[in-house]
């Protein structure tokens, strides 16, 4: 028989003009405040929280998920959370189009070669590696960027090749590799 006790309960409340998802977790600790791709408003608390506590809660942060939402509405994940098949077709295309030249160029520099290159669109990440097997995947969606993100990402998962997590070796070898891999990096994160 399955156990649900362990999973959370969510409900809908309202807070002035916005709509606010309650999401009740057994072991959290603080609350928490996310706004989702699609503008939804999640509040993630402990079992119990009272709801005056979440509404005092999103008051406070009014201007901020007003201002995250509308830039939410412009930003290339959004985009892709409404996009067609025929548009998600297309931006692989366009992907697939650029990322083996980029590959071609950056594998040398860092003497890497990778196994397999995938291509899809993901809800919360540019790229994905797999050091173990070389298997490397692209976010579709960046197809909406400037090119030099598209780059950066290339490097930053051909870097995973050669060290797995986002320590102080990682950050030395795409400074030395990239040297403006941050400002690259902030220029993807504000698109």
Request: charged share 30%; hydrophobic share 40%.
């Amino acid at each position: 028989m399955p156990r649900y006790e362990n999973m959370p309960s969510k409900r809908l409340i309202f807070v002035d003009d916005l709509e606010v998802w309650v999401i009740e977790k057994k072991r959290m600790r603080n609350v928490r405040l996310h706004v989702q791709p699609d503008g939804r408003i999640e509040v993630s608390t402990p079992i119990a929280y009272p709801d005056e506590l979440v509404e005092d809660f999103v008051r406070e942060k009014h201007d901020w998920i007003l201002r995250m939402q509308r830039d939410l509405l412009d930003s290339p994940m959004s985009r892709a959370a409404l996009a067609s098949p025929e548009e998600l077709k297309e931006w692989r295309k366009v992907v697939q189009a650029f990322v083996p030249a980029l590959v071609e160029k950056w594998a040398p520099i860092l003497g890497v070669q990778p196994g397999r290159i995938d291509y899809r669109k993901m809800k919360s990440r540019w790229g994905s590696c797999q050091p173990s097997t070389g298997r490397i995947c692209i976010n579709t969606v960046l197809a909406l960027c400037p090119p030099e993100c598209l780059e950066y990402v290339v490097v930053h998962e051909l870097c995973h090749l050669l060290v797995a997590g986002h320590g102080a070796e990682f950050h030395e070898l795409m400074d030395r590799v990239m040297p403006d891999w941050k400002q690259r990096r902030a220029k993807l994160r504000q698109s």
